[in-house]
C-alpha cells in the first residue's frame, strides 16, 4: 500500500537529512569566508591576484556542482589527495558556495554609493578604516538577502552527494526506493522533507529582503 510503513521510511530520511544539514552548514561556514577573500581579490588592484580570483570564482560559477563533487571525490586522488565521500561533498559544495557568495559580496559592496566613501574621508577616515568601517557593513547588510538564498540552495545541492556515496537525504530515498520499489512515494517523501527546511528559510529570506527595501 502507498501508506505503508510511511513512519520507518520517514526516520530513515530523518538520518539522512541529519548528513544533509551537516553538510550544508560546513560548505557554509567554509565557503563564505573563501567567498569574501575572492571578492576582495577581485576587487584588488594587482593584475595577478585579480586574475587568480576571478578565474576561481568563474570556474566555481560556471561548473555544476556534481561536476566539482565528480572531480574532487574522483579526480584529486589521482594526484595522490583522496578523502571520505562526505568531506570531498563539504569541500565541492563549499568551493560551488564560495563562488557565488564571492560575486553576491562583490556586488554588496559596489552598490554602496560613491558619496558614503566621500563623506567617510571627510570625516578623516581614509583607506582601510573606510573600507571596513563604512563601505563593507553597508556592502554585507546589501548582500544578506542573496546569500541567504545561497544558503538555501547550498542545502538543496547536498542532494547531488549521492552520487558520491554520501548516506544523504537522497541516497537514503534512493535506498528505500531499491529495497520497496515505491519510487513515487518515498521521492513525494523526500520532497517534503526538504520542503519543511527550505520554505520557511524562503520565508524568512523574504522577510529580510522586505526590511532591507524599507531600509534602503
Not at 82 to 102: D, H, K
Amino acid at each position: 500500500m502507498f501508506y505503508a510503513d510511511f513512519g520507518s521510511d520517514l526516520l530513515t530520511m530523518l538520518s539522512g537529512l541529519k548528513w544533509s544539514v551537516i553538510i550544508a552548514l560546513i560548505a557554509i561556514v567554509a565557503g563564505y569566508p573563501i567567498g569574501l577573500l575572492l571578492a576582495l581579490g577581485v576587487r584588488h588592484s594587482n593584475a595577478i591576484l585579480h586574475g587568480v580570483c576571478i578565474t576561481i570564482v568563474e570556474i566555481g560559477r560556471g561548473a555544476p556542482a556534481l561536476v566539482i563533487l565528480y572531480l574532487v571525490y574522483y579526480g584529486l586522488p589521482k594526484f595522490g589527495l583522496s578523502m571520505p565521500s562526505i568531506v570531498a561533498a563539504c569541500v565541492g559544495l563549499a568551493f560551488n558556495s564560495a563562488a557565488y557568495a564571492s560575486e553576491m559580496m562583490r556586488g554588496g559592496i559596489q552598490s554602496v554609493a560613491r558619496g558614503q566613501t566621500e563623506a567617510a574621508n571627510a570625516l578623516g577616515l581614509k583607506g582601510s578604516a573606510t573600507f571596513w568601517k563604512v563601505i563593507f557593513p553597508q556592502g554585507m547588510r546589501s548582500a544578506t538577502p542573496a546569500l541567504m538564498g545561497l544558503a538555501i540552495q547550498t542545502f538543496q545541492g547536498t542532494s547531488l552527494a549521492y552520487a558520491i556515496a554520501v548516506p544523504e537525504l537522497m541516497k537514503q530515498a534512493y535506498t528505500l526506493g531499491g529495497e520497496n520499489f515505491m519510487y513515487l512515494r518515498t521521492f513525494i517523501l523526500a520532497g517534503i522533507v526538504y520542503a519543511v527546511i527550505a520554505v520557511p528559510a524562503t520565508w524568512i529570506t523574504s522577510y529580510f529582503e522586505r526590511r532591507m527595501a524599507k531600509k534602503f
